[in-house]
């Protein structure tokens, strides 16, 4: 006889560890070599885990809930001198543990931290994959308390979230355990008054959501400052045709916006983030996403990758591309993945200014104000002017956990710089 120790067998290429959700077996009970002995989870699926030898477990070393390394030791199990085959390859993605496909996998827009807290006040335990997809929805540890759970010991599993979900979340806005701590929305008869009622479209659906999520989550701060772009504005008029020319796209202003944020992006990389728990994630890459109109009115956000690495005339392609997709639906789901920062040029609209809201899990956005003419004065050798200059305001709103106002305000007035020192001599 022998012991074989049985260690969190590897789940995935980018998994580290996973959560034991309940063992199928108990210390003296026989298991069969492939019979499943346990079920865990991970950031992205529930997975049932088999034996890989036959024998007695005589140790189980840890419990339900507990979060495991790849490659600990969790069991330890009695054998006749059995040990397990090392396969190739080939055989090898034949005996992987079954693991139950997740219809949020590719969808997901951020990953669980494994530092998450898998317990509630309530002492409902769940899974990392329960977490992410409630995430995913806007769905609090309260509502969650209040789907009916079909899994062991009142455990909630997918199947009973998505079907919650597919029956249009009843719990949404019942009520609550009062003696929780956490703020709780008045209950407020409103007049709502009488007229033509239209059903938001799915897409205005997710907007909403994402807008109060967003608000919910991130206490939002927004600064302000003016730019003088009168020598961008003329560089640009001069110089337009011949771009297009030269280049065959149209300069708008945009890429010449997203190339300044993309400087001061790399100056500023702690505005260059996003939150997960109670850690900063410092992104590798600068993606700037340009929230721009669909034709129904609706707002999309496509992504200029790596921004920064890009030249004007490199950006401009992008930007003409992004822009003409989006008003004709032809944007895939990779063209509005992987931004770590937003603008939103208010000033197509005619806005003098705007109070943008964070897309998450971003912690700051950039609102461009119109273009316009303002008397202004001016110091020059003979002295003070007034002069007629080309102005605009910029509006930076920022997450208050992890921005701080001189942060914020810094990187603000760093973008107008780039805009306002920009070269009228620059060349093609």
Do not use: C
Not at 229 to 250: C, H, I, M, P
Not at 377 to 393: C, H, L, N, P, S
């Amino acid at each position: 006889m022998s012991k074989y120790e049985f260690r969190m067998p590897k789940l995935g290429e980018s998994i580290t560890e996973a959560a034991i959700i309940t063992w199928f077996k108990n210390v003296g009970d026989e298991v069969e070599k492939d019979e499943m002995l346990l079920e865990v989870a991970t950031d992205k699926v529930d997975s049932e885990v088999p034996s890989t030898v036959s024998g007695t477990i005589r140790e189980i070393r840890y419990k339900s809930n507990d979060v495991i390394k790849i490659g600990e030791v969790i069991a330890v199990i009695e054998t006749n001198g059995e040990m397990p085959f090392v396969k190739s390859k080939t055989e090898k993605s034949k005996k992987q543990p079954k693991k139950t496909k997740s219809k949020t996998t590719k969808r997901r827009p951020e990953t669980i931290s494994a530092k998450v807290d898998l317990s509630h006040k309530n002492n409902k335990f769940y899974s990392p994959l329960i977490v992410s997809i409630a995430r995913e929805h806007h769905i609090s540890f309260d509502e969650l308390a209040r789907i009916p759970a079909t899994g062991e010991n009142g455990r909630l599993r997918k199947s009973d979230l998505f079907k919650y979900i597919d029956d249009g979340r009843p719990f949404k806005f019942a009520p609550v355990d009062q003696t929780s701590d956490a703020f709780r929305l008045p209950k407020l008869d409103l007049d709502k008054g009488k007229g033509r009622r239209v059903e938001m479209d799915r897409m205005r659906k997710l907007i909403a959501d994402h807008m109060v999520y967003s608000k919910h989550t991130s206490p939002h701060v927004t600064a302000y400052v003016e730019a003088d772009l009168t020598d961008l504005v003329e560089w640009r008029n001069a110089n337009k045709v011949s771009f297009q020319e030269k280049y065959g796209e149209r300069l708008t202003f945009t890429p010449l916006f997203v190339e300044a944020v993309a400087k001061a992006l790399a100056e500023f990389e702690m505005i260059n983030v996003s939150v997960d728990g109670d850690e900063i994630i410092v992104k590798e890459e600068i993606n700037v996403g340009m929230a721009a109109a669909l034709p129904n009115g609706n707002l999309i956000v496509p992504v200029v990758k790596q921004a920064d690495k890009k030249s004007l005339p490199e950006l401009a392609v992008v930007v003409n591309d992004l822009a003409e997709r989006a008003r004709t639906n032809k944007l895939n789901a990779d063209d509005i993945k992987g931004g770590t920062f937003t603008i939103s040029n208010v000033g197509t609209f005619g806005s003098l200014m705007g109070t943008p809201i964070i897309n998450q899990p971003q912690v700051a956005i950039l609102a461009l104000g119109i273009i316009k003419k303002r008397p202004e004065v001016i110091e020059t050798k003979d002295g003070d002017e007034i002069a007629i200059r080309q102005m605009m305001y910029l509006s930076l709103s920022f997450d208050h956990r992890v921005v701080d106002g001189f942060l914020g305000g810094s990187f603000l007035r760093r973008v107008a710089d780039h805009l306002e020192k920009f070269d009228k001599n620059r060349t093609l």
